[in-house]
């Protein structure tokens, strides 16, 4: 006759937490009253079925990591109860039951030392400062989001980037670096814009402007002279002849005149722009050679990119950003920077002036044909 | 690989303890995670700072391709993790019972409503950006600044004026801005539409000697719903708009049909690059019904005014020219609603203009539209147009101060009332007048 027991058990070994310290419960009051049941007729076979089930169950009543565990009270009197009863039927019955008695033993033992709570107890909820849900959000808007601040603390809650803490209180603005970002279904060569707004970004050191067109408005990077009302164009199309671009319009690399000074550089096509966003900075479209364009960001390092990569024309906003004085240490507090170390520490090589050449120019583009080889060598 | 520090028994235990922990137990234990990201963020007060908060965020899963003539082959079988074999896509779990705290409506594509062609919709909070001149795109309409002649001419009358007009629209402001509060100063939500029902009041007066002004009824927190073609697009006005003054009467035609015809001549005025659907909310699921509102055999069916007030919400503040925008389209609104109710669904120019007047105030200015509608044959650009008269931006007073302004030492405005400009009553008056008098 097989335990129905030993079945039970088995399937509360997969399951997990209190759902399994409750089928186990049943399981030892079960094995109980298996004890007390009449229809089987041999004392002995009963005790040891009895017992069997009662170890499977008390070996069921594991500890599992969830601290619900030690947040519900198991009912120890019970336990101890069946316990109890088992060992006296095992006592009554002839068959050598002693090794599941101490089976039986062991797990009451187990039980009696990890039944007390032995993690700590919750006193307060769960602490969500530095949850980064507040940066999850996938759809676009022009809304300013709420955003918590890291006081250069990572995910485990020590400093990794020194200096950083307290600060005015800043909304992130979603800012679209996608330039050439068509609207849902009306994809074209080129489509034009107007602004509405220019304001400052607490984000950035550079302005944002709010652009409208179509159905659809967007931030996006300010350049040098944008104001209220403007129209500016964005265009996919590289013409043979290079393009007379006004300022704040935005081409493909291939479509600018060399020499052009350029902003908001991607250098994947379609990645968006991740080079040359700061406040009053440009890069100098220096050559164009066969697919490539070759162009110079402002630290005076040259990459080469895909011509199809977007830029925009013109200097980036708020040019005068580095020739302001911060005057106090209050207002470098205002910014969020916190103030560094005052132990004097050796300076190491990492000290002083460098004069050293530029880098040489890194390139972005995949070119297997020598002809481009020769071309990219500067 | 951080440091995890173990629970287990600890060492106050004795040694044999340790020992006699059955399979059971020990199984148990090592089942125990030790995963710091599975400790959930919680607060242990037995273990170091470190271990509290949650790991590092877990990676985004890669997307897998389906080809459809390779099946991927999957350890679903083997019912544990091969190495080598891919995982197993299952169905999703639904809960054979309606649960209606974990409820999922549908899809938009699901839903009985769902259509081919967007609507965009106008309601009570959409704040469109190119204002006034949208609005006027899309109700197909010809501005005219400043009211009608003959409308200002009647509070002009004598004998159409309240006995101490003056005073008693003063002593109106004072009680909406001064003595309606145990504060100082009673908040914007509550003294502007207290004042605008004691002007409403104040007109009411007037029935003494023009009958037909008890002929009409105040009405509030109706929907009115309307919805028209333009240019391949759909658009409705839909929703709460605000307070309404239904009349038995109609108004009658500002415009006569000289002018109107003239409307044909007239282009709108377009704002590219922005599209006139701007702002406005746009839905694939929406319900093609035109509703005044009112049910069929209300006594009072026709629509005289409506009253806009300001409200301390502030998603619900509202620049000037998006409140005028507002006051354009609510009332062309409530006027096609009516004219498709009386004349029918087929577009048609008509033959009796159907005229809706429209206040809003914030407590100190005033924005007054008069619109009449000439014709439902929205499609084309071209054609009869509607016309609205503007007048914006009127000051009833100039400064309702409950405490008296002063720049070093010197009062530079009084307390109480200050500046009171007579005139915009009197076109309160007026329109309020127009139809009955």
């Given amino acids: 006759m097989q335990n129905p027991g030993h079945k039970l058990s088995n399937t509360i070994h997969r399951e997990r937490g209190w759902r399994r310290h409750q089928r186990a419960s049943r399981l030892v009051c079960c094995a109980v009253k298996l004890c007390a049941c009449e229809t089987v007729t041999s004392e002995s076979v009963k005790g040891v079925m009895a017992l069997s089930a009662l170890a499977r169950a008390l070996g069921s009543l594991s500890l599992s990591a969830s601290s619900n565990v030690a947040q519900r009270v198991r009912p120890a009197p019970l336990l101890s109860q069946t316990v109890k009863q088992a060992t006296e039927l095992c006592r009554y019955s002839s068959l050598p039951c002693s090794r599941l008695l101490l089976t039986v033993r062991k797990t009451s033992f187990c039980f009696g030392t990890q039944l007390q709570p032995w993690r700590g107890i919750l006193t307060s909820a769960a602490l969500c400062q530095n949850s980064t849900r507040w940066k999850q959000r996938t759809k676009y808007t022009i809304r300013p989001i709420g955003k918590k601040k890291t006081g250069g603390r990572d995910h485990t809650g020590k400093i990794r980037t020194h200096g950083i803490g307290g600060g005015h209180k800043q909304r992130y603005r979603m800012v679209d670096f996608q330039r050439l970002h068509f609207e849902a279904g009306k994809e074209s060569e080129f489509f034009e814009e107007k602004v509405i707004e220019v304001r400052y970004d607490p984000c950035r050191s550079a302005d944002i402007a709010l652009v409208a067109g179509g159905s659809r408005k967007r931030w996006i990077i300010a350049t040098e002279n944008m104001q209220v009302g403007d129209v500016i164009k964005t265009s996919r199309t590289i013409g043979r002849m290079a393009v007379s671009a006004n300022e704040g319009d935005s081409y493909p690399l291939g479509a600018l005149p060399i020499g052009s000074l350029f902003n908001n550089l991607e250098i994947y096509p379609g990645k968006g722009a991740q080079y040359v966003r700061a406040a009053g900075t440009c890069g100098v479209l220096l050559r164009k050679v066969n697919g490539t364009a070759i162009v110079q960001l402002p630290s005076k390092r040259q990459i080469q990119v895909l011509e199809t990569c977007m830029a925009t024309v013109g200097r980036v906003s708020n040019v005068d950003h580095n020739k302001r004085i911060i005057g106090k240490a209050g207002r470098n507090r205002w910014l969020g920077i916190r103030p560094s170390s005052g132990l004097w520490q050796r300076k190491g090589g990492w000290a002083g002036r460098k004069i050293k050449p530029i880098p040489p120019m890194k390139s972005y583009v995949n070119l297997p044909s020598a002809a481009a080889a020769a071309g990219t060598t500067s | ?437």
């Avoid at chain 2, 997307?63 to 679903?76: F, H, N, Q, S």
Wanted: charged share 25%.
């Fill in chain 2, 1 to 437: 690989m951080p440091k995890v520090v173990l629970h287990g028994v600890r060492s106050t235990e004795p040694m044999l303890l340790a020992v006699q922990i059955g399979n059971a137990a020990r199984s148990a234990f090592l089942n125990y995670s030790h995963r710091r990201c599975d400790v959930g963020g919680r607060r242990f007060f037995s273990v170091t700072c470190s271990l509290f908060g949650r790991g590092p965020p877990s990676r985004k899963e890669k997307k897998t391709l389906d080809i459809p003539g390779l099946e991927r082959v999957t350890y679903a079988d083997r019912m544990h993790f091969v190495p080598g074999l891919a995982k197993p896509i299952f169905p999703d779990w639904q809960r054979d019972w309606h649960d209606p705290h974990h409820y999922r409506g549908p899809n938009n594509e699901e839903m009985k409503l769902h259509k081919e062609n967007p609507c965009y919709v106008f309601n009570q909070r959409t704040k469109i950006l190119e204002g006034v001149r949208q609005a006027l795109w899309l109700t197909k309409s010809k501005l005219i600044q400043g009211l009608p002649e003959h409308i200002l001419s009647l509070a002009d009358d004598p004998a159409n004026q309240i006995e101490d007009q003056d005073e008693r629209v003063q002593q109106a402001i004072r009680h909406s801005r001064f003595w309606d509060t145990t504060t100082i100063r009673p908040k914007r939500d509550r003294f502007c539409p207290v004042l605008l029902r004691d002007l409403l009041h104040l007109c009411g007066t007037l029935q003494v000697k023009h009958t037909s002004l008890s002929k009409r009824i105040l009405a509030e927190n109706y929907r009115v719903a309307a919805l028209w073609n333009r240019e391949k697009d759909v658009f409705q006005v839909r929703g709460l708009n605000g307070m309404l003054l239904n009349s038995m009467t109609s108004l009658p035609a500002v415009a006569q049909s000289g002018e109107v015809l003239a409307t044909e001549n007239h282009t709108l005025e377009t704002f590219y690059p922005i599209s006139p659907t701007i702002d406005l909310q746009c839905t694939y699921v929406y319900d093609q019904k035109n509703d005044t509102g009112f049910r069929d055999g209300y006594p009072y069916p026709h629509t005289h005014t409506l009253f806009f007030t300001e409200t301390e919400d502030s998603a619900a503040k509202f620049k000037p020219e998006q409140l005028r925008a507002k006051m354009i389209m609510f009332a062309f609104g409530n006027a096609l609603a009516r004219a498709k109710s009386l004349h029918g669904e087929h577009p048609q120019v008509l033959e009796h203009p159907v005229v809706v007047q429209s206040i809003a105030t914030d407590g100190r200015l005033f924005q007054f539209i008069v619109l009449q509608l000439n014709t439902t044959d929205l499609g084309p650009d071209t054609g009869v147009k509607n016309l609205v008269w503007m007048d914006q931006d009127q000051l009833l007073y100039d400064y309702a101060k409950c405490r008296p302004l002063i720049k070093k030492k010197i009062v530079t405005v009084p307390a109480g009332l200050s500046g009171y400009q007579p005139e915009t009553f009197k076109k309160f008056l007026a329109l309020h007048l127009h139809g009955a008098v």
